[in-house]
């Protein structure tokens, strides 16, 4: 990763927070408090250690980062560009998760896997996805272009494009009667 790229996605997340964060009131501040700007520099360059066998490294940095920050985002996702986390804190980003353009995330957003094997296990945010504070997506499923989750929702199965999924999936498996005395 070059350093000019680095750049310019940083002014990309600036201009993209300044639009949709009423709260932003100038470039300056974002760039250098809002604290999605700086856990995503430190993932950009997290992610080149990743990509180039520097693991290690690479989980050290992500480290810190998500130290300084409160956001955790695991140096082997992939990102695109114009990602907002507004209120970051608790936000995770799992291992095999990608995201498209243009997305936002919401503070304790989980971006979780499901299974322990060395598979793709974690969700796929397609372009311009938006996703309500504290909502759990889990899985190897996909969010289609578009698509919202509202907060606190748990989506376990893939969303369609321009779709809203909303609610707890959560459901009873296993119910035993209590013992009668």
Known sequence: MSKSSLIEYAKYNVKRTMELDPAAKSKFEVLFIYPHIKALYHYRIANWFWRHNHHT????L??????KTGIEIHPGATIGKGLVIDHGMGVVIGETTIIGDDCQLYHGVTLGGRGSTDCKRHPTLEDGVYVGSGAKILGNITLGAYSKVGANAVVLNDVPAYA???GLPARNI?????DEE
């Open 57 to 60: 490294f690479a989980r050290w």
């Open 164 to 166: 809203t999924a909303v």
């Open 174 to 178: 296993l119910h035993k009667e209590k």
């Open 62 to 67: 992500s480290n810190r980062a998500r130290h």
